[in-house]
Antibody
Framework: EVQLVESGGGLVQPGGSLRLSCAAS????????MNWVRQAPGKGLEWVSY????????YYADSVKGRFTISRDNAKNSLYLQMNSLRAEDTAVYYC??????????????WGQGTMVTVSS | SSELTQDPAVSVALGQTVRITCQGD??????ASWYQQKPGQAPVLVIY???NRPSGIPDRFSGSSSGNTASLTITGAQAEDEADYYC?????????????FGGGTKLTVL
């Protein structure tokens, strides 16, 4: 079964740091581009970051650029998101999502169950 | 960056057909993908590309596009289709990858 399982969420104070992990199984992780997508409570979806299959190409949403770092370990079938300088507006469920790419098009075909990050004092 | 606009809420009678729309400049260059999200659950991809359904998605779900508008059509809506629906596409502005989502449409099946 193709599966993504996130972990690492929790309560953190403003200005603090947190590292999210996503464990992949059921597919050849090293062959796929991966992403983080978040959803604030009661709000819509927001793309956060993308990493290519090899890890050589990385993109971020403007809202997190300079504060968040995406990485992956293909030997461990794992995706990570290091979040620094956290703000209240970063409070959200963070989803790990596999990218489906074809002829320049982009979709997210597999999603994890999400991990909640709460930034509050 | 570009934005995608969706109607906040749509309703449909059980068994009838409903169309959910998504508008944005990026849709002139890229197809929209559509996601279904039920309360407390992760989103599920239901349509991608011109009109492709992932394995396991019922054929009552279909997609179409014209100009800057993409549509998700549910033909013969079922009670289990009640959910939030989000569109997304690549952003056609800028030189780097940016991915945008619509604000979501809450579908109520009456």
């Amino acid at each position: 079964e193709v599966q993504l399982v996130e972990s690492g969420g929790g309560l953190v104070q403003p200005g603090g740091s947190l590292r999210l992990s996503c464990a992949a199984s059921g597919f050849t992780f090293s062959s796929y581009e991966m992403n983080w997508v978040r959803q604030a409570p009661g709000k819509g979806l927001e793309w956060v970051s993308y990493i290519s299959s090899s890890g050589s190409t990385i993109y971020y949403a403007d809202s997190v650029k300079g504060r968040f770092t995406i990485s992956r370990d293909n030997a461990k079938n794992s995706l990570y998101l290091q979040m620094n300088s956290l703000r209240a507006e970063d409070t959200a469920v963070y989803y790990c999502a596999r990218a489906l790419l074809w002829f320049g098009e982009f979709a997210f075909d597999i999603w994890g169950q999400g991990t909640m990050v709460t930034v509050s004092s | 960056s570009s934005e995608l606009t969706q109607d906040p809420a749509v309703s449909v009678a059980l068994g009838q057909t409903v169309r959910i729309t998504c508008q944005g400049d990026s849709l002139r260059s890229y197809y929209a993908s559509w996601y279904q999200q039920k309360p407390g659950q992760a989103p599920v991809l239901v349509i991608y590309g011109k009109n492709n359904r992932p394995s396991g998605i019922p054929d009552r779900f279909s997609g179409s596009s014209s100009g800057n508008t993409a549509s998700l059509t549910i033909t013969g809506a079922q009670a289990e289709d009640e959910a939030d629906y989000y569109c997304n596409s690549r952003d056609s502005s800028g030189n780097h990858l940016n991915v945008v989502f619509g604000g979501g449409t809450k579908l109520t099946v009456l």
